[in-house]
């Protein structure tokens, strides 16, 4: 399964860019580098993991996603 990993930046696949800076086993603390509407660039948030299929790890807000595979 594809998880999420420290140090690592993820994209939304519309224009935001996340950067893991810590985990846990179910969340992920995220440094958001570019926002997209609904998160503000340069603050930090903590989002609990999903696990999408048994294939990969996902974070979810009220009109966004990211997934462990979108990793740029």
Known sequence: MKK?????????????RFEVISRTEKTVKLFVKKGNGYLEAGKTYRKKICIYHNDYESVYGSDWGIHAISEI
């Open 4 to 16: 999420f990993e420290v140090g690592k930046t993820y994209t939304d696949f519309i224009k935001a």
